[in-house]
Every structure is written in C-alpha cells, then in structure tokens.
C-alpha cells in the first residue's frame, strides 16, 4: 500500500512512496505520488532542490536517483524522499515508527 515516509497533519501535503520502504532505491522500481487538497495537476515537482516540473502529473515512475518534493496548491511543500542509485541498501518500513514496535529489516542488492 501507500505510506508516507513522515507522520503530518490531514491539511498537508504528502508524498507517498511505493513499495513502501525506505530508503527508496532506483532499482526498484519507485512510483511516487503527490497528495494533498488543491487542483489535481497542479503539482510543482522539485529534484534536488531545485524546480523540476511545473503543473504535471501527481504520479511518476522514478528515473533518476535523487531527493524528490512536491508542492500542491492549498497544502504547501512535502516531506523529501531521497530515492538512492546504490548497489546494497538496508531498508525498514516506510511508515512511522514508534519505540518497542518490531520492525522487519531488508538487505536487498
């Protein structure tokens, strides 16, 4: 399912990160999603702080390796998710974790 790489309110907006770990790797074939109030398609998407699209899709299959934000009309700037170009990564969920709550660990390459 969709999970949010960071707690926030219901009022911002969200970048959702599919499969749901972190951190996100290229080789695995990373869709990210920009949710929040506003027009849909009206969101401004930044890579590597920098402006990247202007008014495309809320959806995208990840192609480059870097930190990725989204801006939504009405909810601000996302939380960045960093989508890595590594051989080996050791991921956890990408959901929010709290203190004495088991976690599964993948060593993946």
Excluded: M
């Excluded at 969709?2 to 869709?31: F, K």
Aim: with cysteine.
């Amino acid at each position: 399912g969709w999970c949010p790489l960071s707690p926030a309110g219901a009022q911002s907006t969200q970048l959702l990160v599919e499969p749901p770990w972190t951190p996100a790797v290229l080789w695995d074939r990373v869709t990210l999603t920009c949710q929040g109030l506003g027009t849909s398609g009206a969101t401004t998407w930044y890579k590597d702080g920098r402006n990247w699209w202007k008014k495309k899709p809320d959806r995208f299959l990840v192609t480059e390796s870097g930190t990725y934000k989204c801006d939504r009309p009405g909810t601000g700037l996302s939380n960045p998710v960093s989508v890595l170009d590594a051989r080996l990564v050791l991921q956890v969920p990408a959901w929010t974790l709290l203190e004495g709550d088991s976690v599964t660990l993948r060593c993946r390459g």
